[in-house]
Protein backbone atom coordinates (compact mmCIF):
# COMPACT_ATOMS: atom_id res chain seq x y z
CA UNK A 1 0.00 0.00 0.00
CA UNK A 2 1.25 3.65 -0.98
CA UNK A 3 2.57 5.66 1.85
CA UNK A 4 -0.26 8.97 2.00
CA UNK A 5 2.04 11.95 1.49
CA UNK A 6 2.40 14.21 5.06
CA UNK A 7 1.84 17.56 5.06
CA UNK A 8 5.74 18.33 4.27
CA UNK A 9 5.43 16.54 1.28
CA UNK A 10 2.32 18.37 0.29
CA UNK A 11 3.79 21.58 0.89
CA UNK A 12 6.96 20.80 -1.50
CA UNK A 13 5.21 19.89 -4.06
CA UNK A 14 2.68 22.38 -3.61
CA UNK A 15 5.76 25.17 -3.85
CA UNK A 16 7.76 23.92 -6.07
CA UNK A 17 4.64 23.45 -8.49
CA UNK A 18 3.67 27.06 -7.97
CA UNK A 19 7.29 27.67 -8.59
CA UNK A 20 7.59 26.08 -11.95
CA UNK A 21 4.31 27.32 -13.18
CA UNK A 22 6.10 31.26 -12.25
CA UNK A 23 2.63 31.70 -9.76
CA UNK A 24 5.75 31.88 -7.66
CA UNK A 25 7.62 34.77 -9.35
CA UNK A 26 11.40 35.23 -8.99
CA UNK A 27 12.71 37.26 -5.88
CA UNK A 28 9.33 36.65 -4.43
CA UNK A 29 9.77 36.29 -0.36
CA UNK A 30 8.13 33.41 1.38
CA UNK A 31 7.45 33.78 4.77
CA UNK A 32 8.49 30.99 7.09
CA UNK A 33 5.24 31.99 9.54
CA UNK A 34 2.66 32.35 6.69
CA UNK A 35 4.22 29.13 4.67
CA UNK A 36 3.68 27.17 7.83
CA UNK A 37 -0.29 28.39 8.73
CA UNK A 38 -1.12 27.63 5.06
CA UNK A 39 0.03 24.27 5.11
CA UNK A 40 -0.21 23.67 8.86
CA UNK A 41 2.98 22.87 9.60
CA UNK A 42 5.78 24.08 12.56
CA UNK A 43 8.78 26.13 11.74
CA UNK A 44 10.97 22.99 11.48
CA UNK A 45 8.80 21.42 8.96
CA UNK A 46 8.44 24.85 6.53
CA UNK A 47 12.50 24.85 7.18
CA UNK A 48 12.80 21.33 6.00
CA UNK A 49 10.69 22.08 3.24
CA UNK A 50 12.81 25.07 2.26
CA UNK A 51 16.16 22.64 2.53
CA UNK A 52 14.47 20.53 -0.05
CA UNK A 53 13.68 23.25 -2.45
CA UNK A 54 17.24 25.06 -1.99
CA UNK A 55 18.59 22.18 -3.24
CA UNK A 56 16.89 21.99 -5.77
CA UNK A 57 18.10 25.28 -7.08
CA UNK A 58 14.56 26.95 -6.94
CA UNK A 59 14.64 28.85 -3.70
CA UNK A 60 17.39 30.82 -1.60
CA UNK A 61 17.60 30.86 2.41
CA UNK A 62 20.00 31.75 4.96
CA UNK A 63 20.51 34.46 7.34
CA UNK A 64 17.77 36.49 8.91
CA UNK A 65 15.98 37.47 5.59
CA UNK A 66 12.71 35.32 4.62
CA UNK A 67 13.44 32.53 2.02
CA UNK A 68 13.09 34.17 -1.85
CA UNK A 69 12.85 32.35 -4.72
CA UNK A 70 15.66 32.12 -7.06
CA UNK A 71 16.40 34.85 -9.54
CA UNK A 72 19.01 33.41 -11.89
CA UNK A 73 21.54 35.64 -13.20
CA UNK A 74 22.56 35.54 -17.02
CA UNK A 75 25.97 33.57 -16.20
CA UNK A 76 23.45 31.33 -14.41
CA UNK A 77 20.98 30.97 -17.13
CA UNK A 78 24.06 30.30 -19.25
CA UNK A 79 25.48 27.73 -17.51
CA UNK A 80 22.14 25.99 -16.88
CA UNK A 81 21.61 25.45 -20.94
CA UNK A 82 24.87 24.11 -21.13
CA UNK A 83 24.42 21.51 -18.59
CA UNK A 84 20.90 21.13 -19.87
CA UNK A 85 22.07 20.06 -23.50
CA UNK A 86 24.86 17.63 -22.49
CA UNK A 87 22.09 15.31 -19.95
CA UNK A 88 19.68 15.79 -23.01
CA UNK A 89 22.07 13.81 -25.36
CA UNK A 90 22.78 10.94 -22.77
CA UNK A 91 18.82 10.55 -22.48
CA UNK A 92 18.33 10.40 -26.06
CA UNK A 93 21.37 8.12 -26.30
CA UNK A 94 20.32 5.53 -23.38
CA UNK A 95 16.43 6.37 -24.43
CA UNK A 96 16.88 4.91 -28.03
CA UNK A 97 19.39 2.16 -26.92
CA UNK A 98 16.63 0.35 -24.84
CA UNK A 99 13.64 1.44 -27.01
CA UNK A 100 9.88 -0.70 -27.39
CA UNK A 101 7.03 0.17 -28.18
CA UNK A 102 5.30 1.08 -24.96
CA UNK A 103 7.68 3.96 -25.30
CA UNK A 104 5.97 5.57 -27.57
CA UNK A 105 2.51 4.99 -26.57
CA UNK A 106 3.85 6.30 -23.01
CA UNK A 107 5.02 9.51 -24.69
CA UNK A 108 2.08 10.10 -27.26
CA UNK A 109 -0.34 9.80 -24.61
CA UNK A 110 2.08 12.64 -22.79
CA UNK A 111 2.13 14.58 -26.46
CA UNK A 112 -1.73 14.32 -26.74
CA UNK A 113 -1.85 16.82 -23.23
CA UNK A 114 0.67 19.24 -24.48
CA UNK A 115 -1.53 19.49 -27.49
CA UNK A 116 -4.97 19.96 -25.72
CA UNK A 117 -3.28 22.77 -23.72
CA UNK A 118 -1.36 24.09 -26.56
CA UNK A 119 -5.33 24.38 -28.17
CA UNK A 120 -6.37 25.90 -25.70
CA UNK A 121 -4.38 29.02 -24.99
CA UNK A 122 -3.24 27.82 -21.42
CA UNK A 123 0.38 28.89 -21.71
CA UNK A 124 1.04 27.97 -18.06
CA UNK A 125 0.00 24.43 -18.18
CA UNK A 126 2.21 24.34 -21.44
CA UNK A 127 5.04 24.83 -19.95
CA UNK A 128 4.78 22.81 -17.29
CA UNK A 129 3.87 19.92 -19.89
CA UNK A 130 6.63 20.86 -21.93
CA UNK A 131 9.24 20.37 -19.16
CA UNK A 132 7.25 17.27 -18.08
CA UNK A 133 7.83 15.42 -21.56
CA UNK A 134 11.76 16.23 -21.36
CA UNK A 135 11.69 14.44 -17.59
CA UNK A 136 9.11 11.25 -18.50
CA UNK A 137 11.96 10.78 -21.24
CA UNK A 138 14.83 10.99 -18.74
CA UNK A 139 12.55 8.33 -16.64
CA UNK A 140 12.46 6.22 -19.58
CA UNK A 141 16.48 6.30 -19.94
CA UNK A 142 16.43 3.66 -16.51
CA UNK A 143 19.04 5.71 -14.67
CA UNK A 144 17.64 6.76 -11.82
CA UNK A 145 20.78 9.86 -11.18
CA UNK A 146 20.17 10.72 -14.98
CA UNK A 147 16.05 11.55 -14.27
CA UNK A 148 16.98 13.33 -11.07
CA UNK A 149 19.11 15.56 -12.42
CA UNK A 150 17.09 16.40 -15.96
CA UNK A 151 14.36 16.70 -13.61
CA UNK A 152 16.06 19.21 -11.66
CA UNK A 153 17.95 21.51 -14.55
CA UNK A 154 14.22 21.70 -15.76
CA UNK A 155 12.62 22.84 -13.03
CA UNK A 156 15.31 25.52 -13.14
CA UNK A 157 14.90 26.56 -16.87
CA UNK A 158 11.32 27.01 -15.59
CA UNK A 159 12.75 29.90 -13.25
CA UNK A 160 15.15 30.79 -16.60
CA UNK A 161 12.72 31.39 -18.46
CA UNK A 162 10.13 33.27 -15.85
CA UNK A 163 13.29 35.98 -15.66
CA UNK A 164 14.21 36.00 -19.66
CA UNK A 165 11.62 34.33 -21.42
CA UNK A 166 9.57 35.58 -24.20
CA UNK A 167 5.67 34.62 -25.14
CA UNK A 168 6.09 32.27 -27.86
CA UNK A 169 3.18 29.72 -28.97
CA UNK A 170 3.55 26.47 -27.81
CA UNK A 171 2.67 24.67 -30.75
CA UNK A 172 6.51 24.74 -31.60
CA UNK A 173 7.82 22.83 -28.43
CA UNK A 174 4.73 20.43 -29.42
CA UNK A 175 6.39 19.88 -33.29
CA UNK A 176 9.53 19.32 -32.09
CA UNK A 177 8.73 16.87 -29.46
CA UNK A 178 6.97 15.27 -32.06
CA UNK A 179 10.27 14.82 -34.24
CA UNK A 180 11.74 13.73 -31.54
CA UNK A 181 9.90 10.67 -31.09
CA UNK A 182 9.68 9.96 -34.71
CA UNK A 183 13.02 9.45 -34.84
CA UNK A 184 13.30 7.25 -31.66
CA UNK A 185 11.19 5.13 -33.29
CA UNK A 186 12.81 4.84 -36.77
CA UNK A 187 15.92 4.20 -34.34
CA UNK A 188 18.02 6.58 -35.62
CA UNK A 189 19.80 8.19 -32.86
CA UNK A 190 21.89 10.87 -34.99
CA UNK A 191 18.70 12.01 -35.78
CA UNK A 192 17.05 12.34 -32.86
CA UNK A 193 20.00 13.46 -30.87
CA UNK A 194 19.97 16.45 -33.41
CA UNK A 195 16.88 17.14 -32.75
CA UNK A 196 16.88 17.67 -29.34
CA UNK A 197 19.84 19.48 -29.51
CA UNK A 198 18.23 21.94 -31.99
CA UNK A 199 14.93 21.97 -29.90
CA UNK A 200 16.89 22.71 -26.79
CA UNK A 201 18.55 25.49 -28.69
CA UNK A 202 15.03 26.71 -29.70
CA UNK A 203 13.94 27.04 -26.01
CA UNK A 204 16.85 28.85 -25.17
CA UNK A 205 16.21 31.19 -28.07
CA UNK A 206 12.82 31.72 -26.33
CA UNK A 207 14.31 32.47 -23.25
CA UNK A 208 16.63 35.64 -25.00
CA UNK A 209 19.85 34.63 -23.62
CA UNK A 210 21.70 35.30 -26.52
CA UNK A 211 20.22 38.81 -27.35
CA UNK A 212 20.74 39.39 -23.83
CA UNK A 213 24.53 38.94 -24.02
CA UNK A 214 24.82 40.49 -27.12
CA UNK A 215 23.37 43.32 -25.56
CA UNK A 216 25.91 43.63 -22.45
CA UNK A 217 27.42 47.31 -23.13
CA UNK A 218 30.70 47.41 -22.83
CA UNK A 219 33.07 49.62 -20.39
CA UNK A 220 33.20 52.52 -22.41
CA UNK A 221 29.99 52.34 -23.80
CA UNK A 222 28.51 52.95 -20.07
CA UNK A 223 30.74 55.90 -19.52
CA UNK A 224 29.82 57.36 -23.25
CA UNK A 225 27.57 59.74 -21.54
CA UNK A 226 30.12 60.64 -19.00
CA UNK A 227 32.88 62.00 -20.94
CA UNK A 228 32.11 65.24 -21.26
CA UNK A 229 30.17 66.22 -17.80
CA UNK A 230 32.14 68.88 -15.48
CA UNK A 231 32.45 68.95 -12.10
CA UNK A 232 34.65 70.43 -9.72
CA UNK A 233 35.93 72.23 -12.76
CA UNK A 234 37.16 69.08 -14.58
CA UNK A 235 35.98 67.89 -18.09
CA UNK A 236 36.66 64.80 -19.71
CA UNK A 237 36.87 63.60 -23.42
CA UNK A 238 37.70 61.40 -25.71
CA UNK A 239 41.68 61.04 -26.55
CA UNK A 240 42.50 59.87 -29.95
CA UNK A 241 42.25 56.33 -28.96
CA UNK A 242 38.80 56.70 -27.71
CA UNK A 243 39.91 56.58 -24.50
CA UNK A 244 38.95 59.16 -21.57
CA UNK A 245 41.52 62.08 -20.53
CA UNK A 246 41.00 64.78 -17.87
CA UNK A 247 41.16 68.56 -19.34
CA UNK A 248 40.62 71.88 -17.78
CA UNK A 249 41.13 71.24 -14.23
CA UNK A 250 40.36 73.95 -11.88
CA UNK A 251 42.51 72.39 -9.02
Not at 25 to 39: H, N, W, Y
Not at 108 to 128: D, F, M, P, W, Y
Not at 205 to 218: D, G, K, M
Request: glycine share 8%; hydrophobic share 40%.
Amino acid sequence: MAKSPNRADQAYVALKRAIIDQALKPGEKLPEDEVGALFSMSRTLVRQVFGKLSSDGLIKIGGKRPATVVTPSLDDAVATFQVRRALEREVIRLVAGRWNPQFKSVLANHLTKEVAAAGEGEQTKSIRLAGEFHILLAELSGNAILFRYVSEIVTRCSLVLAVFGRPHSAECGVLEHTEIIHALEAGDVAAASRLMDHHIGEVENRALISSVQSEQPTLAKKLELYTNVEEGGSKTTKNSKGGLRIVGSGT
